[in-house]
């Protein structure tokens, strides 16, 4: 087994310890094993979209990067059906776009959002 580092700031420590808590978890380590096994879960279920596909993408992300998602979303125009947009506490947006086209510009697209690193949460629902 291996031992790595990572940095974290405080809310998101604070909200894994809270998880330690509400999930039974039995350490931070534990937390961390878990959310990558999800990640690398949802990576695989992205590997088998192809052809034509509707999806959902759900977006939360600080006020301070709406810059970002701007030029993201203008590269994808040709999927993007709808687009929602709302405004969070704590200075954050909610993004929910109603995408249709190709699997790969699907997944593109959700990739550029999601290695933005910008971005407090993302979730791909396809259908």
């Known amino acids: 087994m291996a031992i790595i580092s990572i940095s974290l700031n405080d ?3 604070a909200e894994i310890d809270d998880l330690i ?3 039974g978890f039995s ?11 999800t990640l690398i879960d949802e990576n695989k279920s992205e590997k088998t979209i192809e052809g ?7 977006l939360i992300h600080s ?4 810059g970002e998602v701007t030029n993201i979303k203008h590269a994808f125009e040709d ?6 947009h709302s405004h969070l506490k704590e200075e954050n947006c909610l993004e ?3 995408l249709e086209g190709d699997g790969s510009r699907i997944k593109d697209f959700t990739r550029r959002f999601r290695n933005s690193g910008k971005m407090d949460h993302l979730k791909l629902i396809v259908f």
Do not use: H, P, W, Y
Not at 52 to 58: D, E, G, I, K, P
Not at 79 to 84: A, S
């Open 21 to 23: 808590e509400e999930m």
């Open 11 to 13: 809310k998101l420590l």
């Open 27 to 37: 350490g931070r380590s534990d937390v961390i094993r878990s959310a990558a096994r």
């Open 63 to 66: 006020q301070k990067v709406e």
């Open 52 to 58: 034509s596909v509707n999806a959902l993408l759900f």
């Open 79 to 84: 999927i993007i059906n709808t687009q929602i």
């Open 96 to 98: 929910i776009f109603i």
